[in-house]
């Protein structure tokens, strides 16, 4: 059983609604859904064991596992806030902290964090203050999402290409698609290939 279906079962038997839970925690009842379908998949220490005190067990039988089982390997990789391109390399300018993260979630090549800003990409169920797990390449599949340095910003965008134009699409129609065909007075660079969002909450 996984760690959401454990943290239904121990809530329907407490007799407890997401709201509820939710209340006791202090987050919102999506995030209890969230937990329950298995949308978040590495739940923070903190929540852990508030939701192993309320529920009357151990963070290990909490997650679904065994005392036996081998724990998975952490690596800590950078929370960048801002990120330069001089000479073609990349450089993290500011860089926020440490994000502890399974070795099995890399798969060869370089990663870093991003934080998600604002609401442009809420329809790809990626919200405000949410961790990006970005790994760095060059380019990406068409329709795929990517980070994006335009100047020294970077942005989390769908890739679109056409010839030699690229357009940056939002998960959100309040924001119009930004079109990059070369002429425009900024750089535009594709960094990394999003892998994971880890919600934060």
Sequence with gaps: MGAGDLIKQLRLKKGLTQEELGNLIGVKRAAVNKWETGSVENLKRSTIEKLSAIFGVSPIQLLGLT?????????????????SCGNGVLA?????????????????????????????????????????????????DDGEIAAVLINDQAVLKKVYKTGDTLVLQSENPDY??????????YSVRIIGKLKRTVITY
Excluded: H
């Design 67 to 83: 005392e036996a089982e081998p724990r998975d390997v952490l690596v800590s990789l950078p929370i960048v806030g801002r990120i």
């Design 92 to 140: 993290y300018e500011e860089i926020e902290g440490y994000e502890p993260t399974p070795e099995t979630w890399l798969n060869g090549g370089e990663y870093f964090y991003l934080r998600a800003k604002g609401d442009s990409m809420k329809n790809a169920r990626i919200q405000d203050g949410d961790l990006l797990l970005i790994r760095q390449q060059p380019d990406v």
């Design 176 to 185: 119009p698609p930004i079109v990059c065909d070369g002429k425009e007075d």
